[in-house]
């Protein structure tokens, strides 16, 4: 039973357009939400993140929106360049014990064409 | 700050051999958690530990799988007997137990490869 869903498994955007990545989460005792970014041979790399108290988060290129009642996210790339290919994973975060454990969704592979 | 280092970074191994992928932590980081990456699945969590204690293993497939971290900076996932149900990358990444929230505080390791024939 995966908590956390990303249903589009690949994206392929043109370069300098927008890139949308969408994310579901079911677990309503979540209370974090984050985006890593994932190139071949390494390790998933933080990108973003948002509060459950703030609907949007900005960085930059990237912008993170949060609809709680949806339990529903999404990360847009503005404008998408092809350095951008990679990965992205959407992760979940609450508070258990004495260690913040993240959920992870199965990521979507984003390929930005020149 | 070399990051979190893993080895060996690919792994093949005859089906029924014993595996032992190896994780270092960040200095200072006193949580630990080994992730695998398939393809259907993405990154599942197998186990964690917070100063060295196991905190939940639920995530760890069977009883070939198993986890120590026999001090603060160190970490081995073993795997035995092997399966070819076993190949896949495994990640491990450490963080402060009470990192700040939402900072992103995990930090991954470059992941192990490991193809079990």
């Known amino acids: 039973d995966q908590q956390v869903k990303q249903n589009s498994p690949s994206l392929s955007v043109q370069e300098g357009r927008i890139s949308i990545l969408n994310c579901d989460y079911t677990n309503s005792m979540f209370d974090y939400f984050l985006w890593y970014k994932k190139y071949p041979a390494e390790g998933p790399t933080f990108l973003i993140s948002?509060?459950?108290?703030?609907d949007k988060n900005e960085d930059g290129r990237f912008t993170v929106f949060l609809n709680k009642s949806a339990k529903h996210l999404s990360l847009h790339i503005v404008p998408s360049q092809p350095g951008d290919s990679a990965v992205y994973f959407c992760a979940a975060q609450t508070e258990e014990g004495s260690a913040r454990q993240l959920t992870f969704g199965s990521g979507t592979q984003l390929t930005v064409l020149p | 700050d070399a990051g979190v280092i893993q080895s060996p970074r690919h792994e093949v191994t005859e089906m029924g051999q014993e595996v032992t992928l190896r994780c270092k932590l960040i200095s200072g980081h006193n949580s630990l958690f080994w992730y695998r990456q398939t393809m259907m699945r993405g990154l599942e969590l197998l186990i964690y530990f917070n100063n060295n204690v196991p905190i939940d293993d639920s995530g760890m497939p069977e009883d070939r799988f198993s986890a120590k971290m026999p001090n603060a900076s160190f970490s081995t996932l073993k795997i035995q007997p092997s399966e070819p149900r076993d190949s896949a990358v495994y990640f491990c990444?450490?963080?402060?137990?009470?990192?700040?929230?939402?900072?992103?505080?995990?930090?991954f390791g470059s992941g192990t490869r490991l193809t079990v024939v």
């Open positions: 990444a450490s963080s402060l137990a009470y990192g700040e929230q939402g900072t992103g505080g995990y930090t």
């Open positions: 948002i509060s459950s108290i703030k």
